[in-house]
């Protein structure tokens, strides 16, 4: 039974797990989406009441009966590096690689109607606070009134993207940034906007779910820390991220949490404020762990291929077929 | 009319860094050009920080 792993050459992040995977005699089939129909292909038959389906990829052929499960790592958009790529044609592509995969048995990293589900940030607010985790107080709204009033509420705010996504043409990026108490509001009429308590933080705490295993890493504020600077990806802090416990009552609202989402993967942000509290920001359901483990020496890729590694199970036992049990 | 959330937007940190590997498709890795493999070189990824969480990717939501 092989592990499929849907990720682009340069993610040096899956090969981390790939080496695990290899270690173990689990066979991998590595595949691109972007590289249909070049570098790699696909057949599925629907006859006489049965499916068979079939990939291949840089020479190495899989039965989609024989995949054990698929890891949608960093795919990249199906059908884009074909000679005269098009929309229609990525369409088709992922219709077929998709669908098809959908009709195997194979456990997930994450379902796809999952991980789109868990993209969205204001739902993953409010199921962080269904699941008894603490979250600061937010505002989404396109009502300058609005903003103003949540401002005199709160008025220590963050601003940050709704959706994760970054603008492009050119390409920038919009960090977690402090909003100065003056500031006009007037410009919330012309976008969503998202306003939050700004937490006045000690740490910041990545927390990676695999599976029913959780890895917390701390990363400490440094005493001289710039207040200026709230978003720890932008932060010119070089301080290492250390192992940490993971307080009782995270443990059990990230437990609910990845249960109701249906992920087997998770990679929570946390910051830690000046009572240990642990406040949710968000989950990112594919995000980055090779820094994590780079620094702490967490076996965040060899628990992720232990996870991937298990047995198929012979009917998703979820509605996205995760076969993710959380006790 | 610019949305209120780009007004703290800056330019994204492009990861131009160029790495000493490149993608073996029989191995199904990267590959430095000594010929050992990038992910076993935890120092180099530290380095590189080609593993790390960033914001301003062009292809996807999550870091």
């Excluded at chain 1, 890493?217 to 940490?244: C, G, L, M, Q, Y």
Aim: proline letters at 8%; one cysteine or more.
């Amino acid at each position: 039974m092989t592990v499929l792993i849907l990720t682009c050459d340069q993610d040096v992040t899956a090969d981390m797990v790939v080496v695990h995977l290899n270690a173990s005699g689990v066979p991998v089939v590595r595949l691109d989406p972007a590289d249909l129909t070049g570098g790699a292909a696909l057949s599925g038959e629907y006859v006489h009441g049965a499916f068979r389906g079939h990939l291949w990829s840089a020479g190495r052929l899989v039965s989609m009966d024989g995949l054990r499960s698929v890891w949608v790592r960093r795919p990249g958009t199906p059908a884009t590096r074909v000679a005269e790529p098009s929309a229609w044609l990525t369409e088709e592509s992922s219709q077929a690689l998709y669908g098809m995969l959908r009709s195997s048995t194979a456990r997930w990293m994450n379902h796809p109607d999952a991980a789109r589900r868990a993209r969205y940030k204001p739902w993953q607010l409010r199921l962080a606070q269904r699941s008894g985790l603490p979250v600061p107080a937010t505002l989404i709204t396109t009502f300058p009134q609005a903003a103003r009033d949540f401002a005199a509420r709160f008025p220590d705010l963050v601003v940050k993207p709704v959706s994760g996504a970054h603008p492009q043409e050119p390409p920038r990026a919009v960090p977690t940034s402090r909003v100065a108490p003056d500031t006009d509001f007037a410009a919330v009429a012309f976008g969503p906007t998202l306003l939050q308590r700004r937490i006045a933080k000690r740490a910041d705490i990545r927390l990676t779910v695999v599976g029913e295993r959780m890895l917390a890493a701390r990363k400490a504020t440094a005493p001289d820390a710039d207040p200026e600077e709230v978003d720890v990806r932008f932060a010119k802090d070089d301080r290492p991220w250390r192992s940490s416990d993971v307080p009782a009552r995270i443990a059990d609202g990230v437990r609910a949490y990845v249960r109701d989402a249906e992920l087997s993967y998770g990679a929570f942000d946390f910051v830690e404020d000046a009572d240990g509290t642990w406040w949710f920001l968000e989950c990112n359901q594919s995000g980055q762990f090779g820094f994590v483990e780079v620094d702490t020496g967490q076996p965040i890729a060899r628990t992720i291929a232990e996870w991937l590694a298990r047995p198929a199970a012979d009917r998703p036992n979820r509605v996205n077929g995760t076969g993710t049990r959380v006790p | 009319m610019q949305p209120f959330a780009l007004n703290y937007a800056r330019p994204a940190a492009e990861l131009d860094v160029a790495t000493p590997y490149a993608y073996d498709p029989g191995l199904q890795l990267n590959v430095l050009f000594d010929g050992r493999i990038a992910a076993t070189d935890l120092a180099l990824l530290r380095e590189l920080g080609t593993t790390t969480s960033t914001a301003g990717s062009k292809t996807h939501f999550d870091d």
